[in-house]
Every structure is written in C-alpha cells, then in structure tokens.
C-alpha cells in the first residue's frame, strides 16, 4: 500500500488541508492499494487562487512556447507509459493488455492531437473591419471519472494547456492513481507555477466547491447526468461555462444485410469491452426479428469466449471498478429478469471459478422489449440488450426513443442504407459499419448525453472565448 496524502498546487507537492483519508481499492483483488485525501473548500480555494495568479502570465504565452511544453509533456507521457498502464489497471481493474493497448495510447492520442491543433490554429482572423480574436476561458475546474481515467484527463487538460488556460483537475477519487503520475509528468515537463493542479476529492466536497468557484471560469465534467446535473446547478449562479460528457444507451442497429457472425461478434465484444464501462459502449442491439434467434445464437458463442485472466486480450474483460458498481449492475440485471426480459447468457453473481474481486458475468438478454429498464438505463457493465425491430423505421425510433444521445451504430453492406440510417439517429456520434472512433473528429452527445464537445479542433474551441474588435 502507498499512501499519496499530498495535493499538487502551485508547483510543488503540499500537504492539504482536509485530513479526511480514502481508501483506493483494487477492484481485480478487493485490497487496499494506495491512500489518498480527499480534499475541502479550503484546499480548493488554494489550488484555484494559484490558477487564477498563474493566468496572466501564462495566457500570454505564444503558441511556439505552449508547442515547446506540449512536445516535452508527450515525451515524458511516452517515458512513463508503462506506469501508467500499471497504474490504470490497479485503479479501475482494466486488464493490462487494454491498460496498455487502450487506455494509454488514447491519452497519448489527445495530447498529441492537441498539439498538431495548436500548431495550426488560427486565433485571429478578420472578417470585413472586424478582428475576431480567440482568447483563453481562464481558469477551468476540471472533473474526471473512473472508468477512463487517461483518456478523460487529457481530452480536457491538453486543449486547456494549449490555449493558455489554467486548471484545477479533480480526478476521480476512486481512481487517482494515474492522475497522480500525470501530474509528476507535467512538473517534470517544466509546467510553470500554479498552471496545472491536482486537488482529490469526492463530488460533494472538491466537485461542488469547484463548479460553484467564482474564480473558475469553465467547468469540464464527465461522468453520470445525475452528477452532471448538480454540477450544472451548482455553477448557475456564477454563470460559467459548463460542459459535460454524461451517460449513454447507444443503440447498434443491424440491418437485414448486414454480416452477422462478424457484426454480431463485434457488437457484444464493444458492448462487454472496458468491463461495459464506456458511455459509448453499443449496449442495445436492434436486430430484425426474422434474424433474432440466428443473432442471439452467435451473441452466446461471442459471449462464452470472454475470459477474466488476460489470457486472450482480444475478449479479455476485467472486473467492474468498485463494490457500488458492482451492485448497481447486479440490481439492473434483478430488474431486467422480474420485467420479463429472456436471460440467455450470463445472471447474476460473479464468472464461474472467481471468487474475489467485483467481476460481473458477460450478460446478455434476449426479446427485450424497448420500455424495459434494461433497454432504457445505463448499466455501466458488461450487459447487452437484443431487441427485435420489424421495420428499419421502427429501428429508428427505438433507438431514438431515449433520453440519451451519446452515440449510435449502424451495419449494413450497402453503404448508403447505413448513411440514411445515420442522419436520422438523434445521437452525437454514429459508428458506421464497425469503424472506430476517430480522436480528430468531436465527441459528445445530444439531450442528457451533455453538451459541449471534447477531442481535437472542436474540444480545443471549449476552453476559448470570443472578442470582436470593430474597426480594427
């Protein structure tokens, strides 16, 4: 066990107000791994009083020194990536062939993305007598989850840097550990003073005296819309910028011509991938009804191949990442079998043979019907929902049919079927024929999926804000 009691602030590792300890849990073993603070209003005041002094000098920073720290940041991320995978798998139980195959290289992904943004990214124009001028928010309270720790940590901090904004970042308090050395990588980096600040906490504590902070200009928050939305609330009254990367229930809808042994495979494998921790995951298969039994038969085959040991990464899956997740997808699956929904893989309680660690077995329900919970509420596990549809219009309004928008998936040999299905998805995003997410183009989502976006050109233009100067 490693006890990491201190908060970085203004440049250097301190010892924080709060001497209120948390416990962070190894969710593949149930042991104690490391021990953090969480954190106060006092110890937020601190961090965010060294951003706010900080922001002078570094917003007038030019682009060619922001791309000298960015470049140095990257290289220090690439020395220290195997800790950071060893790190990201003790946290959140991520098998260490996704920690480093995964999570690692999509943090990689986003600062380097930010830089080749930053190295071409025009902050002035004119337009007729007017200058446009693209200006740093200022200060910004940055709010992190557990089940993508790197990947959300650096989709919000490297388009901060290089725009010249400060930040104080509050990462999950279930999953510091990679923060922790992140932060260790931007020091060494030679991040000036008070420009980069790590203050741990839980929501109630550091999250709501960051979103209601005078002195924050911008919250960045990812996690569930019901935290979301006190985070919302509590900066109202300030009138800072807000945004949000919230829950999901995305739809993955396989047309009557689709490849079914591959489309199959590869919807319950992204459904079951990260442990089913991605808001993004494809946790609602619409298939046509004619095709239900043949889908829900590769479906098992694809499912009894999930291993718990790393011992195939590519359908290797690790436990969920704490107790309460644990429940919380127990409880779901409870729901689902009193609603009627036809278990055909899976159950509750833990995999056959594991007997420690909050591991969930691959579920899979068959003939769910689109009122069910199941269909509707984000499990946040490895649970997937087939539902039969008898029209490709009545697909569509299924998927449609939530109060979520994250994401959608569409399959179909014929290209252009799939693009029309796309255009009528109320979603963010649309996976077209197993593609995968690209970094350049923006993520985010529609209705209670949050808004705002995050990665590339677009997560960079979150953290600017808009002067026009007439008759320049």
């Known amino acids: ?166 930040v104080v970042l509050k990462p999950s308090e279930r999953a510091p550990l990679s923060a922790l050395i992140f932060a260790e990588i931007l020091h060494e980096a030679g991040v000036p003073q008070g420009v980069f600040n790590v203050v741990n906490g839980d929501g109630p504590g550091v999250g709501t005296a960051l979103s209601q902070h005078a002195d924050i200009d911008m919250i960045s928050f990812t996690g569930s819309t019901r935290a979301g939305i006190a985070v919302a609330k509590a900066a109202a009254d300030t009138v800072k910028r807000v945004a949000q990367e919230l829950g999901g229930k995305s739809a993955n809808i396989l047309l009557d011509d689709a490849d079914l042994p591959s489309a199959v495979r590869h919807g319950v494998l992204g459904c079951m991938r990260n442990s089913g921790q991605s808001c993004n995951a494809p946790t609602r298969m619409l298939v046509p009804r004619a095709l239900h039994a043949q889908v829900v038969a590769i479906a098992c085959e694809v499912a009894a191949q999930v291993c718990f040991d790393d011992s195939r990464p590519a359908t290797a899956i690790g436990p969920v990442a704490n107790a309460m997740q644990f429940n919380r997808v127990q409880q779901l699956i409870e729901q689902a079998l009193c609603e009627g929904a036809l278990l055909v893989a899976g159950g509750t309680g833990r995999p056959d043979g594991v007997t420690t660690g909050f591991y969930v077995k691959p579920t899979i329900f068959a003939d769910v019907e689109p009122h069910m919970s199941i269909a509707r509420e984000e499990v946040f596990g490895p649970v997937l929902a087939i539902i039969p549809y008898d029209s490709e219009e009545q697909a569509v309004r299924i998927a449609n049919d939530s109060v979520y928008g994250l994401s959608g998936y569409v399959t179909s040999s014929d290209r252009e079927r799939a693009r029309a299905i796309a255009r009528q998805l109320r979603t963010g995003m649309v996976h077209l024929n197993g593609c995968k997410a690209d970094q350049d183009a923006p993520f985010g989502g529609y209705k209670q999926s949050g808004n705002g976006r995050e990665w590339g050109v677009f997560g960079f233009e979150e953290y600017l804000e808009t002067k026009s100067v007439f008759g320049y």
């Not at 969710?27 to 953090?36: C, F, G, L, M």
């Not at 996704?98 to 290289?105: D, E, G, K, S, Y």
């Not at 200022?138 to 557990?146: A, E, F, N």
């Open 1 to 166: 066990m490693t006890d990491l009691l201190d908060f970085y602030i203004d440049g250097a590792w301190v010892r924080p107000d709060s001497q209120v300890i948390e416990a962070v849990i190894d969710p593949s073993s149930e042991q104690v791994v490391a021990r953090i603070i969480l954190g106060n209003e006092r110890d937020v005041n601190r961090a965010v009083a060294a951003a706010k002094a900080a922001f002078a000098s570094f917003s007038a920073t030019t682009p060619e020194q922001r791309i000298e720290l960015l470049e140095r940041i990257i290289d220090g991320y690439q020395r220290r990536s195997e800790a950071l995978a060893l790190a990201v798998h003790q946290e959140m139980g991520a098998p260490l062939s996704l920690a480093r195959t995964a999570h690692v290289p999509a943090g990689l992904g986003h600062l380097v993305r930010a830089l080749e943004v930053l190295k071409h990214y025009p902050f002035e124009t004119m337009l007729g007598s007017s200058r446009v001028m693209r200006e740093p928010i200022g200060v910004c309270g940055l709010i992190t989850p557990w089940n993508w720790p790197l990947n959300q940590l650096t989709c919000k901090v490297a388009p901060a840097l290089a725009v010249g904004c400060t």
